[in-house]
């Protein structure tokens, strides 16, 4: 079983109300899950956010959080409700009604990595399914809501900045903005999770570092933004998916030449995003 079920960097002081996570980034990857996998162990890494964690490890410098995921994504999906169990996977779990996340093997038990790789030859226990949501999922989330909680205690409000990655291709078949291809997209539900000049701030920030930036196309938020974002409660949820091109070698899973600038970049972006919402958003938008 991996170690933790998650790793919390937190500021020397919390200066932030802003909250940033990454579910997908955990890479521990015990070898007894990988001998009970029909994949070797970079094929399986393949659905990981692999380094964001890394990429995003300058929040506490800047007073807030960053709460990483342990287990990795193969093992159990943070980003995923408990609810979403895969029958064509888990015994004894009854399908009701149709989930696209689920039926393409996607739930909180994925049954396959990227580009629909099985991940098994056979089914596992119900047993051990509730064991990694009781072991993994609940903690993290548990910690993630504490945080939150936190900070809105603290500030008024808590703005959670959920960070992953997207392989390169995901971005082929949508538009280009003046004729440059996306390289960050920003999901809120489609305003349903975040106030709208917030929104506006996250995506300035990463504009002003040179990025292009689209939102909500094709990834609008999955369970977290739509579990976290709550405007009229003082809690917002912006979810970050960025280019994995820009700072890895995606078939080596493995850090590119670009990887310490592109860290350096999202520095100052984070630097940017950090003090929002500290009295400057207007109450109307809650």
């Not at 098994?120 to 051990?128: C, D, F, I, P, R």
């Not at 004729?179 to 809120?188: Q, S």
């Not at 950090?274 to 207007?282: F, W, Y």
Request: hydrophobic content about 40%; proline content about 6%; overall charge neutral.
């Amino acid at each position: 079983m991996p170690q933790s079920a998650y790793h919390l960097l937190q500021p020397v002081e919390w200066a932030s109300c802003v909250v940033f996570a990454s579910p997908h980034s955990g890479a521990d990857y015990p070898t007894s899950f990988v001998r009970r996998s029909q994949l070797d162990e970079r094929t399986i890494r393949s659905s990981e956010d692999a380094f964001v964690d890394q990429l995003f490890d300058a929040a506490p410098e800047f007073g807030a959080p960053l709460l990483c995921a342990g287990a990795p994504r193969a093992f159990v999906d943070l980003n995923r409700s408990v609810d979403e169990l895969d029958p064509a996977l888990i015994e004894g779990v009854r399908r009701q009604g149709y989930n696209p996340r689920v039926a393409s093997g996607l739930g909180v038990i994925p049954r396959v990595v990227a580009n629909g790789r099985t991940i098994y030859s056979g089914k596992l226990s119900l047993t051990e399914a509730q064991r990694r949501i009781d072991g993994y999922w609940r903690p993290y989330h548990d910690k993630l809501q504490g945080l939150l909680d936190e900070a809105r205690g603290q500030f008024g409000r808590a703005i959670l900045v959920d960070c992953h990655s997207m392989p390169h291709e995901a971005m082929d078949g949508i538009a280009r903005r003046n004729g440059k291809r996306p390289e960050i997209v920003l999901g809120d539900r489609f305003g349903a999770a975040a106030a709208a000049d917030l929104v506006d701030r996250v995506e300035a920030a990463f504009a002003s570092a040179g990025l292009v930036v689209t939102r909500n196309t094709p990834f609008a938020g999955a369970y977290v933004t739509q579990a976290y974002g709550r405007p009229s409660r003082g809690q917002h949820a912006v979810q970050i998916e960025i280019d994995r091109s820009l700072y890895m070698n995606e078939r080596k899973v493995a850090p590119n030449a670009n990887f310490d600038a592109f860290r350096s970049l999202l520095r100052g972006v984070i630097a940017e995003i950090a003090p929002m919402g500290l009295g400057d958003l207007p109450l109307a938008a809650e």
